[in-house]
């Protein structure tokens, strides 16, 4: 009897233990299942399902947030456009070439002539500066501009940021700014470079570093694509050059007789004050409102945007690879005035390398205020939350001009700031 009530008793644990590890198994295995849908979900909807639980990250058609690049140091190069690869194979292409004594048929702008189809480009981008850099000019009296004097931080609007990185040498030990009124050149710098008035000639030497008059790098491209300025006249070639071996031949004189876009050059003249070519004291049709200004100018952004990087598509920029010198042609100047990375390697000269649009036109970031924080300062706290914005284009947003899609990834406006007292409830 009592071998029989054992054994019913052996029996009986061992059906329990195999129910339990039964509906274990169950258990993990639905677990499993609900793991794997909501991540699904996150890749698609950023939603997490549960039988006992629905709660949503994000709204269905959330933005990824897009990381700014940082700033490199002294010792970093600049990320460069073609491979490293690429460029070598591409030198080797070209020593072979010069190595057989045959013509190379070179194509617009190399060969010096115009590229008919950018002209008008070229006129959209330098009319769409001038209209920028006058809008921007009479917004900045109504909606007031703040720079650090110690890193250069900028700042839009009436309240400025509390948001501490200044991180500078000479800085204080709170990392805060220092704020002062700025103006015009901190949402807008002007980046400079030798005008060339041979664009396939020889690069400007170190010797002529005075005698060549230095323009904004926009207004240089402007030029080299079909817009004539008077006071920065350009060679207007009506026969292309040629490459034989490895080197352009120019079949051209110097100054035709019906040529005479030479006949006015100032070699000394880079001390007197010329007109800017990116303001006009024509009289310009602005809008009375605010906000009527606001998408005027962002409208001119856009389109000085979207045009320079079509002639830069075409038209060769060269940048230097640890310091800002821009040069616009297709190779760099011989100057050696660059103070960067291991210049005494270099003699000074520029480490050259092919340029981006922000290179060409650096871009200045600033943080983007949105409008349930209107009147309040951004504080340190919760800079994490807190999206950013172009300072010309932040600008225009403040006075009303719609922002477009291009921006969403940057300005995050799908994300709803918190309170400071609900930061530790944020997941």
Known sequence: ?????LASKLLFCNSQGQNMLGRKIRNITDYHEIILQNFLNLMGKNTVNHPTAAFSTGSANAINYLQLPKKLRKSERKPLVTSVTELKRKAR???KMRQQVHEITLQAPENGMLVKSLVPVAHKVYAARTMLFNCVSRLVNSIPIYTCSLCGEVNVGCVVHKIRSCNVAGSPSTKEHSWERGGVKDILPIVECFHLYDRVGRAVSHKERFQVDRIPAVVELCVQAGVDIPEYPTRRRAFPVYNVAGRMIDFEQRFPKDDLS???IEAFGFWKKKENPGR?????????DLRGLAARGMEAWENMRSGALKLM????????????????GPKGHRVRQCQAFKHQMRDGQHAWQEATFDDFVPPVYVWHVQQEQSGRPLVDGLKRYYGKLPAAV????????????AYASVMREDVVVPGLDEEKWVV
């Open 93 to 95: 292409r070209e020593r």
């Open 313 to 328: 598509q075409k038209y060769a920029v060269q940048t230097c690879g640890y310091c800002p010198e821009v040069q616009v």
């Open 394 to 405: 932040e600008l225009f947003s403040q006075a009303g001009a719609h922002v477009g899609e």
């Open 280 to 288: 006009n004291k024509k009289s310009l049709d602005f809008p009375d």
């Open 1 to 5: 009897m009592k071998l029989q009530a």
């Open 262 to 264: 030479g006949k006015d």
